[in-house]
């Protein structure tokens, strides 16, 4: 299995705020990476898919980028509704694995 | 517009069999390029991928899991049942039915959408 580590499991944060949050694969996985968005008592939300492309309705705020092992999740200015837990996902493999998850909590 | 919607017990007793139902609308599972799978996630836990099948019936089983599940699908009724033996109190999770996306080209596949979800408790 491929092995997916985000960093960091939570940060507090500031509506405005930049923030980023890291994914790294246990092995090389191209640009076979997606970003997820999941608010609590809800389903998870596609907002990145193959590292970079922002999913149809996803504020441009977002961005992702990285290959190979190495990936990034940025929000660029943090708004109120983005108070959420977010999971990278590698689809390099069709044994599709996530990371463990990162919740960005208001400071 | 694609709609998942989970349907299956809430509650199952250890070493019981669970037998889960998503029933879709707005695409065909007979249509080239479809797949549709399912994700558990304990409460408060991670993400965790468990199966998914092509529309040509093509099947992918997490390794971990996969000498219990079974997942098929009937596309007259728009259904894909997934079935989990021996169930544990460690499966405690709310089960999403997924549908998986793709892009033009086929080369990237993600999931979504997601259906709401089925929380799913293993207690004697």
């Known amino acids: 299995d491929i092995q997916m580590t985000q960093s960091p499991s939570s940060l507090s944060a500031s509506v405005g705020d930049r923030v980023t949050i890291t994914c790294r694969a246990s092995q090389s996985i191209s640009t076979y990476l997606n970003w997820y968005q999941q608010k609590p008592g809800k389903a998870p939300k596609v907002l990145i898919y193959?590292?970079?492309s922002l999913q149809s309705g996803v504020p441009s705020r977002f961005s992702g980028s990285g290959s190979g092992t190495d990936f990034t999740l940025t929000i660029s200015s943090l708004q109120p509704e983005d108070f959420a837990t977010y999971f990278c996902q590698q689809s390099y493999s069709t044994l599709w694995t996530f990371g463990q998850g990162t919740k960005v909590e208001m400071k | 517009q694609i709609t998942l919607k989970e349907s299956g017990p809430t509650l199952v007793k250890p070493t019981q069999t669970l037998t889960l139902t998503c029933t879709f609308s707005?695409?065909?599972?007979?249509?080239?390029?479809?797949?549709m799978g399912w994700i558990r996630q304990p409460p408060g836990k991670a993400l965790e991928w468990l199966a998914l099948?092509?529309?040509?019936?093509?099947?992918r089983y997490s390794p971990s899991l996969k000498s219990r599940l079974t997942i098929t699908k009937d596309t007259s009724k728009n259904q894909v049942v997934l079935t989990m033996t021996n169930m544990d109190p460690v499966d405690t999770a709310t089960y999403y039915c997924v549908h998986m996306g793709a892009s033009s080209t086929s080369l990237y596949n993600w999931f979504d959408p997601w259906g709401q979800g089925t929380l799913v408790t293993v207690s004697s």
């Open positions: 193959a590292a970079s």
């Open positions: 099948i092509y529309w040509n019936d093509a099947k």
């Open positions: 707005g695409f065909s599972l007979s249509t080239s390029g479809v797949g």
